[in-house]
């Protein structure tokens, strides 16, 4: 059987999977999770170390699973990378990881971001790049390296992004792919490659950053080395993949105009399909990013949360301990048990709102330093209501993604659902209700990791096109509709979420 292998290189863990070229229906997966760090309030990073050592024993353990139902490892044809984006890996003229990795959700270069905007100045770097320096994005991240680990950034020979230093460790080629490479304030979105304008203004030497790779074509190969850890045949082609979101993108057929996707990771995004890298214009400065699909001449524009999934699991952690405990003896998921608690309060959450800003905010904010919490909590509330309005808080900042999106005049037809968040049936009708939108679920059941394989199979010709390849393997398999009656209370309980961030600002944005 010809076969497909995606890897997404996700915030909690790595997933490998193994697809059919055929169908796409998946034939073996495997997960292994990873710590997250956080040094300082603010800060977050991962090992690139912890990635690899996580990645070949994903892959080794879905090729065995694959192995016992009839798809042996040197059948597969390809093999895509997906991961989170933005995260700055350092390596040495040794090729050496220098320091953990300052991973996307790290707000520590707020300053940085500030002096790139008055270097290149603000409208000259949406010119160059098509966004505004966000400390979520690489270049302020090896910025901040520069001027607080001299040392460090003095041994730097080559940045790379999380997902592109597992193609390193696969392949031994350095290279940046472009819908990853979009997010590093530092590619000219508008022609796929480094901004020399941007790089000069910034006195940073091109030569850190690699060559530039499409998404759909083969970047590499399998190393012998690599083959003799995995079981896959030395010479498989590793495709160039995408960044995670692109990935979800695809591996949901959010590959052509009228389709955007809703993710639920631990970030949470809105993303629309768009055939040219048009740019929010209606603020100050755009709130939602503009970048490279991983779909050839095509574009996204996308809102972002910071703290989606993670607020639930933020809640699961400190909240959910019963069930957490719960878990280790029946297996039973607490994210589920949590989910029914909440099922039995209204919509609305009789006047609690929770805002999701646990490591800052980007879309509609843009700020760094906001703190989330709850607001309207009365003696009546328990701890159901902690639980729906979480799951709400976050749909309310998922709808000023959307609402953004929508003020661009693209012209929206379907909104598809992924992530971890849209397993959950209560989280997904909230998400529909406060949107105000169908939510469409596809056979994507292994999200950006399904969209990685596919990039693969247009590298290794088993599609002609990333658009053959979707309409090949992916089919929609659940709906849900918005549930009309319950929009008074959401609009309501939604204008109130709206007037808290600037009514709280002073109070809730501040340095950590
Ligand atoms: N059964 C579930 N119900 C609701 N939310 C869930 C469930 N399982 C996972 N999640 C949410 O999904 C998040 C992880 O999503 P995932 O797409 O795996 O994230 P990432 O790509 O960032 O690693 C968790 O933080 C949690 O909030
Ligand atoms: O920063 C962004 C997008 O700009 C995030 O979406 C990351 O790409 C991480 O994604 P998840 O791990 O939450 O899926």
Redesign the pocket.
């Known amino acids: 059987m010809q076969t497909l292998l995606g890897i997404?290189l996700?915030?909690?863990?790595v997933?490998a999977a193994l697809f059919a070229v055929e169908d796409g229906h998946v034939i073996a997966d495997a997960f292994f999770e990873y710590p997250l760090f956080h040094p300082h309030p603010g800060w977050a990073e991962q090992n690139p170390s912890d990635w690899w050592e996580a990645t070949i024993s994903a892959i080794r353990l879905c090729l065995k699973e694959g192995a016992s139902k009839g798809a042996a490892a040197e059948d597969v044809r390809g093999l895509g990378l997906s991961g989170?984006m933005h995260g700055v890996v350092l390596l040495d003229s040794n090729q050496h990881v220098l320091r953990p990795c300052i991973i996307w959700a790290d707000q520590r270069s707020d300053a940085q971001c500030r002096w790139i905007t008055e270097k290149v100045g603000a409208s000259n770097l949406i010119q160059y790049v098509s966004n505004p320096a966000l400390t979520g994005f690489s270049a302020p991240k090896l910025l901040w390296v520069r001027d607080n680990e001299p040392e460090i950034f003095a041994q730097a020979r080559t940045m790379l992004l999380p997902k592109d230093y597992i193609r390193y460790r696969l392949t031994g080629v350095l290279a940046m792919e472009i819908s990853d490479a979009a997010g590093t304030c530092l590619l000219d979105v508008k022609h796929g490659n480094w901004s020399q304008e941007v790089l000069a203004a910034l006195e940073l030497n091109p030569s850190l950053l690699p060559p530039v790779v499409p998404a759909d074509a083969a970047s590499g190969s399998i190393t012998a080395e690599v083959a003799g850890l995995t079981g896959l045949r030395a010479g498989t082609p590793v495709a160039g993949g995408g960044a995670?979101n692109a990935c979800g993108a695809v591996g949901n057929g959010v590959v052509e105009p009228g389709l955007a996707l809703v993710?639920?990771?631990?970030?949470g995004i809105v993303l629309a399909h768009s055939n040219s890298p048009q740019v929010d214009t209606s603020g100050p400065v755009p709130r939602v990013h503009t970048f490279n699909h991983a779909v050839p001449d095509a574009w996204y524009l996308m809102g972002v949360t910071q703290g989606?999934?993670?607020?639930?699991?933020w809640l699961?952690d400190n909240i959910g301990l019963p069930e957490r405990a719960l878990e280790r003896w029946t297996g039973i998921?607490p994210?589920?048990l949590?989910?029914k608690e909440a099922e039995s309060i209204p919509a609305g959450s009789e006047g609690l709102i929770f805002l999701p800003y646990l490591q800052g905010e980007r879309t509609p904010h843009l700020d760094a330093y906001a703190r989330g919490g709850w607001i309207g909590l009365t003696a009546s509330h328990d701890r159901r209501h902690l639980v729906r309005s979480v799951?709400e808080g976050v749909a309310f900042s998922l709808k000023d993604c959307y609402a953004i999106i929508q003020e661009q005049g693209l012209q929206l037809n379907q909104v598809r659902a992924?992530?971890?968040?849209?397993?959950?049936p209560?989280?997904r009708q909230i998400i529909a209700d406060v949107l105000g939108v169908e939510l469409v679920v596809t056979n994507a059941s292994e999200?950006?990791a399904f969209g990685a394989a596919l990039l693969a199979g247009v590298a290794g010709g088993a599609y002609s096109t990333v658009q053959e390849a979707c309409a090949r393997t992916v089919q929609v398999v659940q709906r849900t509709a918005p549930d009309t009656a319950l929009a008074p209370a959401y609009e309501q309980a939604y204008e109130v979420y709206k007037a808290l961030y600037p009514a709280l600002k002073p109070i809730i944005s501040r340095p950590l």
């Open positions: 997404d996700g915030t909690t863990g997933k989170q995670d993710s639920v990771g631990t970030s989606a999934g993670l607020s639930f699991r699961r998921d994210y589920e949590l989910a799951l992924t992530g971890g968040g849209a397993k959950s209560l989280w999200g950006p």
